[in-house]
């Protein structure tokens, strides 16, 4: 194990100090960021850090809503994975670890690696690993065991997913760990893909959460940005715009800056020639359905008269069988 050790650590320093490392892979940059931004070395032997305590406890509730969109979708996930000897663990943007799942039988195991709440797992603290890599990249990423850059962590394979706030801010990663020997990269590739599903849905329920008084709209993803149901708009009564996601952010062309001034839904929809006849077709469209098509009942609820109701119907195009 320690001539495996050296073997790396030799392996990464002279893939960094080749000149042209950082272009040839997206691997080889972080490994560069690690040695020569961070100034790391990956054979150093030092006790890891983390955080406990107040601190810890303060980090906690500053991600109160984070935590609980997604604390269901973390035990469903270590539901899925737990029983393979896989943690689930949920860091915030330094790559402080908020949450973990472990089996009991690997909870010494992954607690002598680090992956515990309050371990520190940014790219500044441990060099190339799958939470802070993700962070730093801002994708999803999967780091196998001798792609870390560290020597000490060549024992963990690690696969991860960013995690996007309700504004479309990157506030966490989410990983699933192995440190099994016959956990593979077809194995690595299947749970990869259960990571990113969960942090989509941790997402989803994050904006969900955070406009449970609008109505959730989904937006089809033009763009190809691999939304995947993400593209979501939070609407208000007045069919004005208050939020989005960012896979709708991306779709819509809609940037980064919260709706200080919610903007017409059909408008951000690309349809500006919606206008007040679309609305008041709505309206007594909506009217119509709940009377069951009977225009008397329809307008009684509108409290306008009836004859008043058959001219808006024929003014805008709508008849009741509609």
Same mark, same amino acid.
């Given at each position: 194990?320690?001539?495996?050790? +050296?073997?790396?650590?030799?392996? $990464?320093?002279?893939?960094?100090?080749?000149?042209?490392?950082?272009?040839?892979?997206?691997?080889?940059?972080?490994?560069?960021?690690?040695?020569?931004?961070?100034?790391?070395?990956?054979?150093?032997?030092?006790?890891?850090?983390?955080?406990?305590?107040?601190? +810890?406890?303060?980090?906690?509730?500053?991600?109160?809503?984070?935590?609980?969109?997604?604390?269901?979708?973390?035990?469903?996930?270590?539901?899925?994975?737990?029983?393979?000897?896989?943690?689930?663990?949920?860091?915030?943007?330094?790559?402080?670890?908020?949450?973990?799942?472990?089996?009991?039988?690997?909870?010494?195991?992954?607690?002598?690696?680090?992956?515990?709440?309050?371990?520190?797992?940014?790219?500044?603290?441990?060099?190339?690993?799958?939470?802070?890599?993700?962070?730093?990249?801002?994708?999803?990423?999967?780091?196998?065991?001798?792609?870390?850059?560290? *020597?000490?962590?060549?024992?963990? *394979?690690?696969?991860?997913?960013?995690?996007?706030?309700?504004?479309?801010?990157?506030?966490?990663?989410?990983?699933?760990?192995?440190?099994?020997?016959?956990?593979?990269?077809?194995?690595?590739?299947?749970?990869?893909?259960?990571?990113?599903?969960?942090?989509?849905?941790?997402?989803?329920?994050?904006?969900?959460?955070?406009?449970?008084?609008?109505?959730?709209?989904?937006?089809?993803?033009?763009?190809?940005?691999?939304?995947?149901? +993400?593209?979501?708009?939070? $609407?208000?009564?007045?069919?004005? $715009?208050?939020?989005?996601?960012?896979?709708?952010?991306?779709?819509?062309?809609?940037?980064?800056?919260?709706?200080?001034?919610?903007?017409?839904?059909?408008? $951000?929809?690309?349809?500006? *020639?919606?206008?007040?006849?679309?609305?008041?077709?709505?309206?007594?469209?909506?009217?119509?359905?709940?009377?069951?098509?009977?225009?008397?009942?329809?307008?009684?609820?509108?409290?306008?008269?009836?004859?008043?109701?058959?001219?808006?119907?024929?003014?805008?195009?709508?008849?009741?069988?509609?």
């Amino acid at each position: 194990m320690a001539s495996d050790r +050296l073997n790396h650590s030799d392996r $990464v320093m002279d893939t960094v100090k080749r000149g042209n490392a950082a272009a040839t892979s997206s691997l080889a940059a972080s490994w560069c960021r690690s040695a020569l931004h961070h100034g790391l070395d990956p054979a150093a032997s030092r006790t890891r850090e983390r955080i406990g305590g107040n601190m +810890l406890a303060g980090l906690r509730d500053s991600n109160g809503e984070l935590l609980a969109a997604a604390t269901p979708v973390l035990d469903q996930l270590f539901g899925n994975v737990g029983r393979t000897g896989c943690c689930v663990v949920l860091s915030d943007i330094d790559g402080v670890v908020l949450e973990a799942r472990t089996g009991a039988g690997d909870s010494p195991l992954f607690d002598a690696i680090g992956l515990v709440p309050g371990g520190l797992w940014g790219e500044a603290a441990e060099g190339t690993n799958g939470i802070g890599t993700c962070l730093v990249e801002q994708r999803p990423v999967t780091i196998l065991r001798h792609e870390h850059f560290a *020597s000490r962590n060549i024992g963990v *394979s690690c696969m991860d997913a960013p995690v996007f706030d309700p504004e479309g801010h990157l506030v966490a990663a989410l990983d699933v760990s192995s440190a099994r020997a016959e956990h593979g990269e077809a194995t690595a590739a299947l749970v990869a893909a259960l990571v990113q599903d969960a942090a989509r849905q941790i997402e989803r329920d994050f904006f969900c959460m955070r406009y449970a008084a609008a109505r959730i709209v989904y937006s089809p993803d033009r763009n190809g940005n691999g939304g995947r149901g +993400l593209a979501l708009l939070a $609407v208000d009564r007045d069919d004005l $715009v208050i939020g989005a996601t960012r896979a709708a952010r991306l779709t819509l062309g809609l940037g980064n800056r919260p709706f200080e001034r919610p903007r017409p839904l059909a408008d $951000v929809m690309g349809d500006a *020639s919606s206008g007040f006849d679309d609305s008041e077709r709505a309206v007594l469209r909506q009217a119509l359905a709940r009377s069951g098509g009977n225009v008397t009942r329809a307008a009684r609820e509108l409290r306008i008269g009836r004859a008043t109701m058959y001219r808006r119907m024929e003014r805008v195009g709508v008849s009741p069988n509609q």
